[in-house]
């Protein structure tokens, strides 16, 4: 294999981009899929699971494979548009390898056979002509006092801070590879995957199996499960909340936005989502029952009680520098709304609204209450779906604020949530596995379409 690396550590390969001969970029690695063997032998490389730009996952079988180095994948240009469908042979090594407990079976330079260690990644090695296989296994051995020792890849895994041993060793040297799903925890997944945006680590939750999705949403920290669990869909959310101890659960959903952690307790038996309620802080639960008490589809129901509020006393200054604020979505920090105190909604009597665009108009030192537009009028709670879209197409806006009768500000409708609402309800599945491409647009795909045959080696 012309400019192939002689062994190549699979966590170098999470991310990396697969180009075609072309040089025109297909998609991006996201797991190896190998064939475990009997009698010690090492598995053999059947190929990779290939997430595409329209977030399709397929199989790129290693024989298509011409090129394979840590920084690009370089293929034939042949790719199976066919979705991507794990067999009941084959093993995909992040999900289903990294951090499982396997035993030495062999003395090794600082092991002893018979201890129980933890994979952290494995090395792949090409053995003939676009073969591969699985011939070294990188492990931790306890977690003793003291500095790690033993041969490491570098990368991703300098971020998890260790205190046991570490020690690469031949993968004849291990047993324990009988998938048992008690044994493997998912701290080296989740690390591999870091740096994934929270759609981007939704979709890789998504593919992996409901014990194995439990486990990692289980090692993820509230803040990140949250972000994580707004992208993926409805029936995904409500399964890892429920895998989660009561406790938290309600952690999780305080670290949601309010209208998405009320769509997800939507979804669930009213006395499930009255316990987890009561479970939340009161102040952490109160926006999130008022967004109940509103219909599904009104701006009351689609609203986020989070928009950007400050007084009309407000400097241009504090106002940008609200809106700089990289938590918030971009919806959010559109516009800054201004309002009488207090400016927890509901506030006080709303004043209007000043867009980020007049913002960068205006000197620093400018009081909002001097560009306030307040001509244009907000939309009460109880409006309806078309009615809140034909008012952000006509006022070319991305967010509308939501006033009650008293005239204080209740919250913002954003675009995407409107957005949410008016695509198909299976929206997020179809996003999440990939949807067919267009027939119009097939002769002008990057890549070669083709159907499966027996040289996928599957």
Not at 371 to 383: F, K, S, W, Y
Request: net charge negative; with cysteine; glycine share 8%.
């Amino acid at each position: 294999m012309t400019g192939a690396a002689s062994r190549v550590f699979v966590s170098h390969l999470v991310g990396v981009a697969v180009f075609d001969p072309n040089g025109d970029q297909v998609g991006r690695i996201r797991d190896l899929v190998v064939n475990l063997r009997l009698g010690g032998r090492p598995p053999r490389v059947a190929g990779f699971a290939v997430e595409l730009t329209n977030k399709r996952r397929v199989f790129l079988p290693m024989n298509r494979v011409t090129s394979l180095e840590s920084g690009q994948v370089i293929t034939t240009g042949v790719i199976n548009m066919r979705r991507f469908e794990q067999r009941s042979s084959e093993t995909l090594v992040l999900a289903e390898l990294l951090d499982r407990r396997v035993q030495l079976v062999t003395e090794q330079a600082g092991g002893a056979a018979g201890d129980t260690v933890t994979v952290l990644d494995v090395a792949i090695t090409q053995v003939r002509n676009r073969d591969w296989e699985i011939d070294k296994v990188f492990v931790e051995r306890g977690r003793p006092s003291g500095p790690t020792s033993g041969t490491a890849p570098t990368g991703w895994w300098r971020a998890v801070r260790r205190k046991g041993e570490t020690l690469t060793v031949d993968w004849s040297a291990v047993t324990g590879f009988g998938l048992r799903e008690e044994d493997q925890g998912a701290a080296n997944l989740l690390a591999t995957f870091e740096q994934l945006r929270p759609a981007d680590l939704a979709n890789v939750l998504h593919h992996l199996s409901a014990k194995r999705r439990s486990e990692v949403a289980a090692a993820l920290d509230d803040e990140r499960l949250a972000d994580v669990m707004e992208e993926l869909p409805e029936d995904d959310q409500v399964a890892i909340l429920g895998a989660l101890h009561q406790e938290r659960a309600a952690d999780v959903l305080e670290a949601m936005d309010p209208d998405d952690a009320a769509d997800l307790l939507s979804e669930l038996p009213e006395h499930e989502a009255e316990r987890l309620l009561q479970l939340m802080e009161p102040q952490e639960a109160a926006p999130v029952r008022r967004l109940l008490s509103y219909g599904e589809d009104t701006a009351g129901g689609l609203m986020t009680t989070e928009p950007v509020v400050l007084e009309p006393d407000a400097t241009v200054a504090e106002a940008l520098a609200r809106v700089r604020n990289s938590d918030l979505k971009p919806a959010q920090a559109a516009q800054v709304y201004v309002c009488r105190p207090p400016t927890e909604t509901p506030t006080g009597r709303y004043l209007g609204l000043v867009h980020f665009q007049r913002l960068l108009r205006e000197p620093p030192y400018t009081l909002l209450g001097a560009i306030v537009d307040g001509d244009l009028d907000p939309l009460a709670p109880a409006t309806e779906l078309p009615r809140i879209t034909s008012y952000l197409a006509t006022y070319n806006m991305v967010a509308a604020p939501i006033v009650d009768e008293r005239g204080l500000l209740l919250g913002a409708v954003t675009v995407d949530d409107v957005l949410d609402h008016i695509l198909p309800e299976d929206w997020r599945e179809s996003a999440l596995h990939g949807g067919p491409p267009d027939e119009d647009d097939l002769p002008h795909a990057p890549y070669p379409i083709a159907e499966e045959t027996a040289a996928d080696g599957r």
